[in-house]
């Protein structure tokens, strides 16, 4: 598998971990669209659309949007022409029935993931780029306790589904830790 014949694609990793830049990087450069269910929750949470008011409550909380909203969100946006031909979701799946739900849907289309990419990094780190994040964009979801409790409901909900890709042989790890440059060059050569 190289970087430029991957076509679907999951970027996984605990909150902080550079997931958002990495993934529209990483997109672009393969010329497949990046679908960050965050942003997406987000940007539904701004124009005060129905789906924004179910969600904001859960992630203003740093906890999970319960997930029949979330994978008919992914169902929805993974069904558009410009996801058909490839993809690579930033946030999702992030519990066990999405992975599931992934998998019925990938099926159905006949398609299936190519890599599973998880990017790793130390939980203290962690909490500072947060902190850090807070300051200059001012996320109403980093605050110390709702951080702290984000990456609660990561260790508790999400990193052991690294092990189901594992398991199926297309999970590769890549280090979080240093500058965006450096991990873009770090997660491009490990797709090589
Ligand atoms: P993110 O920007 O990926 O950290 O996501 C921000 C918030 O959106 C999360 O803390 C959750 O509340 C919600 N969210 C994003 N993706 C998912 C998902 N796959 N399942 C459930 N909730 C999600």
Redesign the pocket.
């Known amino acids: 598998m190289t970087a430029s014949s991957a076509r679907r694609l999951v970027l996984m990793g605990p ?1 902080g971990a550079g ?2 830049t990495q993934a529209s990087r990483l997109a672009e450069h393969l010329g497949v669209p990046a679908i ?4 997406i ?2 940007a539904n949470v701004a124009e005060r659309t129905e789906l924004g008011q179910q ?1 904001q409550r ?2 203003d909380a ?4 319960p ?1 029949e909203v ?1 994978n008919a969100m992914v169902a929805d946006r993974l069904a558009a022409d410009d996801a058909t031909a490839g993809f690579l979701l ?6 066990e029935a ?1 992975v599931g739900e992934l998998d019925r849907m990938l099926e159905a289309a006949g398609v299936s993931l190519d890599v599973v990419v998880e990017l790793t990094a130390d939980v203290d780190e962690l909490v500072k780029r947060l902190l850090g994040r807070a300051a200059e964009q001012g996320r109403s ?1 980093d605050t110390e306790s709702v951080i702290r409790r ?1 990456l609660e ?1 990561y260790s508790e909900q999400t990193a052991a589904l690294v092990d189901v890709y594992d398991a199926r042989g297309i999970l590769v790890r890549v280090d979080g830790l240093g500058s965006v440059d450096d991990v873009a060059a770090r997660l491009l050569d490990a797709l090589s």
Do not use: I, N
Request: hydrophobic share 20%.
């Open positions: 909150p997931k958002g960050s269910t965050g942003d929750f987000r969600a859960y992630m740093g906890e999970y949007v997930d979330t930033d946030g999702y799946p992030r519990t999405q979801d984000r409901v």
